[in-house]
């Protein structure tokens, strides 16, 4: 799997904060991008980049769980750390609750920063994986028929071919021909796999 | 230091040594002072109506430090000598009443320093009770005895002891009521840093003391034939003398009060006004009874109007100090996270210089950037530590000329913290180019700041991108105005309510605040207005005047 190199992107309004943080990380051997308010943040951001935001919880203007919010609307997935200068409980609980992951107070622990900036980007690595798989899977249902996509409608339902061709009217045979035609064209051997493959499609239940 | 070094600044600010300049002021002072009582002799009779060198004398003992006084006692003998000796008075005689003279200004000085530290305050009623019953009452008294004995010892003149005893007392206790609280008022004022005063008030100080020497000498100086004297007469002074009481305080009264002695005495030395009896004695007497019992109710109670004010003051600047304590505990949140912002950057300075030196030794450019970014970062919270001991410092009212926008900057650092965590932006739109402000610079800021938390407070339930509150500064035609500006919801009441003792509406808040802000500006000369707008949000409004020096 091809992604984009990974990059710790810092969000605080305080430059010499903002630079001690640049450098902290560079010296740990990240790439860094920064950001000295929120504003700028989300007008300069590159598009879908891999890597995780470092930001802190209290800037004028934007504050860090409304830019987290905003960043939601968006399809900028990447795991957030927060830094604070005060941690309120209230401001924390909300920013967890809100996916974010870890919550640090000023003056920050390297051990903490460095942990949580490896959780974050581990994460990011595992949701683009997960991302990169999804779009694979859906490639190729959009290349099947809708009589394929039919079949495999039932297929995954747990329907034999005999009821399928049945709901569908038609012969059992050509049934088979086209689940064997769908099978293929989905890459699978086993219907183990392809239910798999299917659950990873569907949007999470709530 | 011991308690008696609390000299004026005049004598304080000398070099070694430091006695000099005080001692010749004696020296000369002393001549004078002698030469004026010798003109205020009543003819033929020998003894002077008002002998003012020996409460000179007494004056510069109490502004001196007790090891320097020596000086002062020796510094006072040429004078004495000089001006002795031109009258025909036997050397033995001369000598004589330099000790009795300087044993008057030693008797007064030592009793009040018994009980008054430092220099008598003539805004004490204490101080100024203590400083009449020792130096204008005991010191005659006890010196007069001294005197009269010596004088009766050597053989000088043909007086009954008691007769000299009476004369000398009177002349004395009189001398040293003009004398003693007149250097007092002034050397204090001295001290204090003269206050500029606008013209409106060298005016109406002109008219005072030229409408009171005018009736003075009408009423004591004019050709007297009648026998018989309005009573009226006697208190044609007195309403001039209260207006200095009230308006220009003690050192109104202990300025006027010599004044109306030299007009009275000089017509009386003249054969003038109405103090004119068979016998010298008894005119002097006469005389020196008036202005003895005209001066100290009227010294009193300008002492008394000044020390009601001082308390209020204090009690004012001790009430201004509380709400400023209070407002800082209220943004400590902030003021910790203002600190926690460099301990930050420090620390990650720090520890990505150990990274670096351990990975890429030979990388010395990053290394010296990081120190200037530790030594940044370090400053900076040195100078968040410096501002807030200054606003938490309880200190007498200094004026200064201040840059408006320097005080709007200080202040915004100063809350920075608690707008940011609030997530208020504030916005400085300062006038590129203001003419200064004269005031005391931390209370100032106390305004500042209580506008801006409040604004702070009243946008807390606005949307982020409302949250905007903007520092306008701005100069009209002799005025500075600095507007504090927010989008809350404004205000409901009307705007003179804000401004009252324990108005509020925030559940912690005392109500304090906007009160003291506007005395604060009130004291400066200045107006505090609050306004709603239109496009909503409250508007406070700081008007000020300018110097007229552009900075």
New interface residues.
Partial sequence: MSIARANVTVVD??V??L???D??L???GFEVEVFSSPKDFLEKRTANPAGCIVMDL??????GL?LQQALFGTRDGRPVVF?S??GSVPASVQAMKAGAIDFLT???D?AQLLGAVRVALDKDRAARGQRAEQAAITACLAALTPREREVLAGVVAGKLNKQIAAELGTAEKTIKVHRARMMRKMAVDSVAELVRLWTLTQPPQA | MDAHTATPGVAAALRPPRWLLPALAVAIGYYVAARLGMAFTLHPHSISTLWPPNALLLAALLLTAGRDWWWLLLAALPGHIAAELQSGVPTVMVLGWYASNCSEALIGASLLRIFVRGVPRLDSLRDTGILLLTAALAAPVFSTFIDAALVRLIGWGTSTYWDLVSTRLFSNALAALMVVPLILAWAAWLAAGPAKMRGARYAEAAALFSGLLAVCLLAFAMPHSDAHTAPAVFYAPLPFLLWAAVRFGPLGVVSALPAMAVATIWGTVHGLGPFTTETPQDTAREMQLFLITASVPLLLLAVALAERSRIERESRSQLTHLSRVAMLGELS?GI??EL??????????A???Q??LA?KPGERA?LSE?LQ?II??DK?AGDVIDRLRAMFKRGETRTEALDPNRLVRDVMSLAH?D????????VPRLAASLPEIRGDRIQLQQVILNLIVNAADAMSMCA??D?LLTVHTLATKGRVHINVIDRGPGFTVASEILFEAFYTTKPQGLGLGLSISKSIVSAHGGRLRAVTRKGGGAAFLITLPALARRP
């Avoid at chain 2, 707008?419 to 504030?426: A, F, H, K, P, W």
């Fill in positions: 309004d305080d010499l904060v630079r001690s943080l450098r902290l560079q010296s740990a209290s800037m004028p203007g934007i504050s409304e830094i200068g005060q000023k003056p920050i390297e | 949140g910790a996270h926690n912002q460099p301990l930050t950057a420090i620390l990650a300075n520890q990505a210089a990274h670096f990975n990053i990081i970014d940044l970062a900076r913290g707008m940011t965590t609030r997530g208020i932006e504030v982020p991108n949250r």
